[in-house]
Nanobody, 123 residues
Framework: QVQLVESGGGLVQAGGSLRLSCVAS????????MGWYRQAPEKQRELVAT???????NYADSVTGRFTISRDNAKNTVWLQMNSLKPEDTAIYYC?????????????????WGQGTQVTVSS
């Protein structure tokens, strides 16, 4: 089994910074891409940023220039550095990994999710 565990959320004032971390643990898997999504109250979950295994990144327009995603493939870890935070960034942030499991053969890639970490930005 594979588990994604996030850390680093919390309460911060507008203009401040936070750094989220996510580690994928388990055995017999290979990660294609990792990323962060968020869900604010009464809103749908939305993409924040993704990074592929070869380092290609993608950001939501709302966070471009403020957030930076990075990844350590050897440690199965992804980070999200969030600067110049705004109250509208308040949400539960979820780590995502698109990965495949090896069970004698490689299964088709599937999405795995962390439990989420709360980020609250006060005005």
């Amino acid at each position: 089994q594979v588990q994604l565990v996030e850390s680093g959320g919390g309460l911060v004032q507008a203009g401040g910074s936070l750094r989220l971390s996510c580690v994928a643990s388990g055995s017999g898997f290979s990660i294609n891409a990792m990323g962060w999504y968020r869900q604010a109250p009464e809103k749908q979950r939305e993409l924040v940023a993704t990074v592929t295994s070869d380092g290609n990144t993608n950001y939501a327009d709302s966070v471009t220039g403020r957030f930076t995603i990075s990844r350590d493939n050897a440690k199965n870890t992804v980070w999200l550095q969030m600067n110049s935070l705004k109250p509208e960034d308040t949400a539960i942030y979820y780590c995502n990994a698109l990965l495949k499991l090896y069970i004698g053969y490689w299964k088709r890639p599937a999405d795995y999710w962390g439990q989420g970490t709360q980020v609250t930005v006060s005005s």
